[in-house]
């Protein structure tokens, strides 16, 4: 019986001692990011404290970019038919106005072309003639059917080769309605077909070009763009019609007003994402691959804000330190959103609403709360 209570006491001593550690680890996972100071300690540090305030907030977006032509607004230059190069009217970088001549062409077969034209166009009359007269005798009952359908045929067949080769002479700058017997010519005019400027000239005088070859590279600068990169965090900030201030390094008096035209879907590897921005007008001084820095003024809604000074950043994610009473502290994790004007909108506001947060001493308090998690007295 004797040996039996001894057993009894001992167990219940190990039982005692297991729970009473248990509870120990409790209340250090409760209680580890609460620091407790002494009157001196907070005399030393000077803790001041703010709270939630409702405001609005405007952040600016700094980014860089460069200035891109899109690919409808780089045009390749060539010429429909095999010929050689006569003339060339522009130099690489020369601003052209639409309708200017830059080079011209020649080639014997343009007089052909005019030739087949002119033959093709007397025999058209010939043919409209023996049509109208067919139909006519058709329609009286003095000749047959048969008759009128060839001569309809004819008439249709040397149409449609007229209407392709007037076509074909518009398609060398040549105007149909001007070809005559005494006008022949053997040259073609390459037209500038918009306002813009040349990048690039793939020929030079005597050369000759087929169909396939380019002869200039034009850019049509009414569509210039501005290319940021925006990172993953901002990505859902920046909105389509938002302004946009761009200017360069060398030059940052001079603004240049654009406005978002389209946010990159896709996340680079190094988790970026395209913005593109299209510039209100054309300046001579914005040339495609010239970097730029840009900056986007996000208006947000009205929400609670905090001082920047009191918002901690420790591992990846922000804290705040709440005041429990005169002497005790809990670091509190927040969600942020917009940052501007020395204030930062705060998203999980429930539990702060009321509350003292520590603005003056926040980052003192922070290191002693990590410096004293190393151990635990009980």
Not at 31 to 46: A, M, S
Not at 98 to 123: P, T, W
Request: proline content about 3%; aromatic content about 8%.
């Amino acid at each position: 019986m004797k040996n039996y209570i001894i057993f009894f006491i001992c167990s219940f001593l190990l039982i005692s001692c297991k729970s009473n550690q248990e509870s120990d680890h409790t209340n250090d996972s409760e209680y580890t990011n609460r620091l407790v100071l002494t009157e001196k300690q907070i005399e030393t540090i000077q803790i001041s404290y703010t709270e939630l305030d409702q405001q609005t907030v405007t952040q600016t977006l700094k980014l860089n970019g460069k200035v891109e032509i899109p690919p409808q607004s780089l045009v390749s230059v060539s010429s429909p038919y095999g010929a050689y190069i006569k003339e060339i009217h522009v130099l690489p970088g020369k601003r052209f106005k639409k309708g200017e001549i830059l080079a011209v062409i020649e080639d014997n077969q343009f007089i052909q072309l005019q030739e087949d034209y002119l033959a093709s166009k007397a025999e058209l009359e010939r043919t409209t003639s023996e049509y109208n007269r067919q139909k006519a005798l058709n329609e009286s009952k003095a000749s047959s059917d048969k008759d009128f359908q060839q001569a309809k045929a004819n008439y249709t067949a040397l149409l449609v080769q007229v209407k392709g080769l007037e076509q074909k002479l518009i398609s060398i700058s040549i105007n149909p309605v001007t070809v005559s017997a005494e006008s022949l010519q053997r040259t073609s005019n390459i037209y500038a077909p918009f306002d813009g400027y040349v990048t690039e000239i793939f020929v030079n005088v005597g050369k000759y070009v087929s169909p396939s070859d380019v002869i200039f590279e034009l850019v049509n600068p009414n569509d210039i763009q501005l290319s940021l990169t925006v990172f993953e965090k901002d990505w859902d900030k920046v909105k389509i019609g938002e302004n946009v201030i761009a200017f360069t390094n060398s030059n940052p008096d001079m603004k240049y007003d654009a406005q978002i035209i389209m946010v990159g879907k896709n996340i680079s590897r190094d988790r970026a994402i395209e913005v593109l921005a299209k510039f209100n007008e054309y300046d001579d001084n914005l040339i495609p691959g010239m970097y730029m820095n840009a900056n986007i003024e996000i208006i947000g809604d009205s929400s609670y804000v905090l001082p920047d000074k009191s918002i901690l950043s420790y591992e990846g994610k922000n804290y705040v330190l709440e005041k429990i009473d005169a002497h005790t502290f809990e670091m509190i994790e927040v969600q942020t959103g917009l940052t501007g004007n020395g204030r930062t909108s705060i998203k999980n506001i429930d539990k702060l609403k009321g509350k003292e947060i520590v603005l003056e001493g926040a980052y003192t308090l922070l290191m002693e709360l990590k410096k004293g998690e190393g151990g635990h007295d009980h």
